[in-house]
Nanobody, 119 residues
Framework: VQLQASGGGLVQPGGSLRLSCVVS????????MGWYRQAPGKQRELVAA???????SYADSVKGRFTISRDNARNTVYLQMNSLKPEDTAVYYC??????????????WGQGTLVTVSS
């Protein structure tokens, strides 16, 4: 299972970005999909997650500003980030778990995409 994340970049405070993560491989099912981030010198933290049924959860620091969504037909998870702040600067990673063809479970990570919020 491979995850390809994209959409990071440099944005000014108050700006917006949308991250995408496409899942490929011998996938039988996708359960939870999520976005994590890791800022320099800090531990990786969960930003947002969305379950197979569509329920969502967010870190307190991004509630009301970020929206996670998924397109099951395209095996893709998105993170719409609005009202970005300098403290949102980090490498963002997507994470997905589920089953591959044959029934084996997987828990895979994308390569990370850098988001820099700066004027």
């Amino acid at each position: 299972v491979q995850l390809q994340a994209s959409g990071g970049g440099l944005v000014q405070p108050g700006g917006s970005l949308r991250l995408s993560c496409v899942v490929s491989g011998r996938i039988f099912s996708i359960n939870a999909m999520g976005w994590y981030r890791q800022a320099p010198g800090k531990q990786r933290e969960l930003v947002a997650a969305i379950a197979s049924g569509g329920s969502r959860s967010y870190a307190d620091s991004v509630k009301g500003r970020f929206t996670i969504s998924r397109d099951n037909a395209r095996n893709t998870v998105y993170l719409q980030m609005n009202s970005l702040k300098p403290e949102d600067t980090a490498v963002y990673y997507c994470n997905v778990d589920g089953l591959v063809v044959g029934g084996w479970p997987y828990d895979s990570w994308g390569q990370g995409t850098l988001v820099t919020v700066s004027s």
